[in-house]
């Protein structure tokens, strides 16, 4: 179960009511794809599934794509890397023009056994693409080639340029819908083809997300409402993100990109936002949290803490000469001491007047973890319609991309067709 408990004071439902049939209302209306994607997503597990069966020998996949293409699935394989089956294939990532973390992956692949996974959207991401050539050029196999297809798919939209690409050279494709926009395609094929091949249980994943729409849309549950209406009205414009585990890194980056590209609009003559950041507790409580407890009070805070955690270990009840400051008198685990740490500065955060909330989850599996996903995509809608933006689209992301291409421009002539 995903319970959230809010240290702020709820509004009365009266004042959610008409955020909440306009979000019902762009629910039906079936024009924002990706709230389907529960229900539309078991198909797609039984197609890869019938794939998987046709690849062989086949040790690591590797993702090659950005922002709403990769960090999802990332997200989602660091938070279940627990579950893994031992014999399933490894899972990478390729997303960064950068030459160190490039090397730096594929010094860790066996080419015979890899399956590049080709993931863009519009099917023309500079960055996503270069990649694929610097591979191609890397292990000398190229389109035409016989094992070409062997070694490479593709996901994207089923009209974009990368999709003729891969018609025309034979690779097999799975489709985004244009209504499911990038940062919010995790649960299409887009996080289902690498997580499903790597042995994830993608179906209660599913199921958590289908949960918590249910809740949502059916139940009328308004947990998600209140707390956009906290966070649209508070005085803090900086949305904290404290996840208690390491395994939320990449959770934490996939939330940075939904909040960030999704609630930073223009509204007529006015910049508006929201900022996130994204913690990891007890880490950065060694760290940032002097500035959220002393510096400006610009802060909202949400913690998120795991209540069992697997592989828990117990701190040894002894002590050590010189340091029994630091004994613990009882034999508490290290998920207890955790949770703790948790608990103690969120009460310290509540103490001094910072909006504060807190999402518990009973454990960390597929079916959990796919209803955090949901939850933060609704919570991100909610939050741009109660804002009047459209948490769809990133106009700003596009001015940077059409500056690199015209400097670019000079180069093209140089450029020779595969
Ligand atoms: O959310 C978005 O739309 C973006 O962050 C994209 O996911 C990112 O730019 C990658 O684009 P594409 O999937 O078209 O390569």
């Known amino acids: 179960m995903l319970v959230n408990t809010f240290h702020f004071q709820p509004v009365n439902r009266n004042l959610l009511k008409k955020f909440q049939d306009r979000i019902n209302i762009e629910y039906h209306s079936r024009n924002v794809g ?12 039984e197609d890869i599934k019938n794939w998987q069966n046709s690849l062989e020998n086949i040790d690591s996949i590797a993702v ?3 922002g709403g293409s990769s960090l999802g699935a990332k997200a989602i394989s660091a938070m279940l890397a627990c579950d893994k089956k031992f014999g399933t294939p490894n899972l990478f990532f390729l997303e960064n023009i950068d030459p160190i973390a490039i090397n730096a992956t594929l010094s860790k692949l066996k080419f015979s056994k890899t399956l590049f996974l ?22 000398r196999l190229y389109p035409g080639d016989k094992e070409f297809a062997n070694h490479f798919a593709v996901i994207t939209d089923n009209d974009s340029a990368l999709c003729k690409f891969a018609d025309e050279y034979g690779l097999k494709t799975f489709f985004i819908s244009r209504n499911v926009g990038g940062r919010f395609s995790v649960l299409s094929a887009v996080g289902l083809v690498p997580l499903t091949l790597c042995g994830f249980n993608t179906e209660n994943l599913l199921k958590g997300a289908a949960e918590c729409e249910s809740d949502f849309f059916e139940k009328g549950d308004m947990t998600i409402l209140q707390k956009a209406y906290a966070y649209i009205n508070a005085k803090e414009t900086i949305n904290v993100l404290f996840s208690y585990s390491n395994v939320f ?21 006015k910049n508006i936002g929201l900022t996130p950041i994204g913690l990891i507790g007890a880490i950065d409580q060694h760290s940032f949290l002097q500035l959220i407890i002393d510096g400006p009070k610009d802060k909202s805070v949400t913690f998120i803490r795991i209540k069992e955690m697997k592989g828990d270990m117990t701190i040894p009840n002894f002590s050590l000469k010189y340091i029994e400051k630091a004994d613990i008198r009882s034999n508490i685990s290290a998920s207890k001491l955790l949770n703790e740490q948790a608990l103690a500065t969120m009460k310290s955060l509540i103490d001094s007047g910072v909006t504060t909330d807190e999402i518990t989850l009973d454990k960390l599996d597929a079916y959990h973890v796919g209803y955090l996903i949901y939850y933060y995509e609704l919570l991100t809608s909610a939050c741009g319609i109660m804002m009047g933006v459209n948490p769809y689209n990133q106009p700003g992301v596009e001015i940077g991309k059409k500056i690199l291409i015209r400097k670019l421009g000079k180069y093209t002539n140089a450029v020779k067709k595969s």
């Open 249 to 269: 890194k990449a959770f934490n980056e996939w939330y940075i990109q939904l909040w960030a590209e999704s609630l930073g609009k223009k509204k007529g003559a």
């Open 64 to 66: 090659i794509g950005v």
């Open 34 to 45: 990706y709230y389907h994607l529960p229900n539309s997503g078991t198909k797609i597990i």
């Open 118 to 139: 080709l993931i863009s959207k519009s099917g023309t991401t500079l960055d996503t693409i270069s990649i694929v050539k610097i591979i191609m050029e890397k292990f």
